[in-house]
């Protein structure tokens, strides 16, 4: 069993919809939770970040964290064609651990 | 500013054949990374470069990877005898070394093809 699972998806929904991307985890000492978005053929660039239980919101993008349930998700409020791509999750034990775990990352398509 | 580069940015070799990837760190940037993406995969950890000291090498799948890095900037990931299951997507990240955390800024990749 994988440390970090994330469904691949591909997730396909209409522009304005609200997204829900998700992720479970296996290792309770992880503490650091990211998401990571990546535009194809670019390398993923840094969405959001986290640390322990709770949410943080940053504009259309909300991430949530349910340490209890080794469960976060990222939402994503009116969607746009220009969310279209692919959402990764990472997660460390500490802060700026040498070593990211990452999920297998949820391919988005937002259609106009 | 100048991100993360990668060089090249598409390699395509005959198995059997030696690679070496290329990584320009962002300036000032103490720590990289570098991963390595397979087709509808996550990114897998192979080798993580700090300043001076010795790199953590955990991550590299076999004998034939190694990686360097010189002068505390580029680094160069090597493979040798390259087999098929070694196309991937290879991924480099650097990050600067901060008390307050280190977000890894990534580069667009090495798409490697071995036939």
């Known amino acids: 069993q994988k440390e970090v699972e994330q469904d691949p998806g591909p997730l396909s929904v209409p522009e304005g919809a609200i997204v829900s991307l998700n992720c479970t985890y296996s290792n309770s000492a992880f503490q650091y939770f990211m998401w990571y978005r990546q535009y194809s053929r670019k390398g993923p660039e840094l969405l959001m970040y986290?640390?322990?239980?709770g949410n943080k919101e940053d504009g259309r993008f909300t991430a949530q964290v349910d340490k209890s349930s080794k469960y976060i998700s990222l939402f994503i409020r009116d969607s746009q064609p220009s969310d279209s791509a692919t959402y990764l999750c990472?997660?460390?034990?500490?802060?700026?651990?040498?070593?990211?775990?990452f999920g297998q990352g949820t391919r988005l398509t937002i259609n106009p | 500013g100048a991100g993360v580069s990668q060089s090249p940015s598409n390699k395509v070799t005959e198995k059997g054949k030696d690679v070496e990837l290329r990584c320009d760190p962002i300036?000032?940037?103490?720590?990289l990374y570098w991963y390595r993406q397979s087709l509808g995969q996550g990114l897998e950890f192979l080798i993580y470069f700090q300043g001076n000291s010795a790199p953590d090498k955990s991550g590299l799948p076999s004998d034939r990877f190694s990686a360097e890095r010189t002068g505390g900037s580029v680094s160069t990931l090597t493979i040798q005898r390259t087999q098929q299951e070694d196309s991937a997507v290879y991924l480099c990240?650097?990050?600067?070394?901060?008390?307050?955390?280190?977000?890894?800024?990534f580069g667009p990749g090495t798409r490697l093809l071995v036939l």
């Open positions: 986290t640390y322990s239980s």
């Open positions: 990240a650097s990050s600067a070394q901060r008390g307050g955390g280190e977000t890894q800024y």
């Open positions: 300036s000032g940037h103490t720590a």
């Open positions: 990472a997660m460390s034990p500490i802060q700026g651990a040498q070593k990211l775990v």
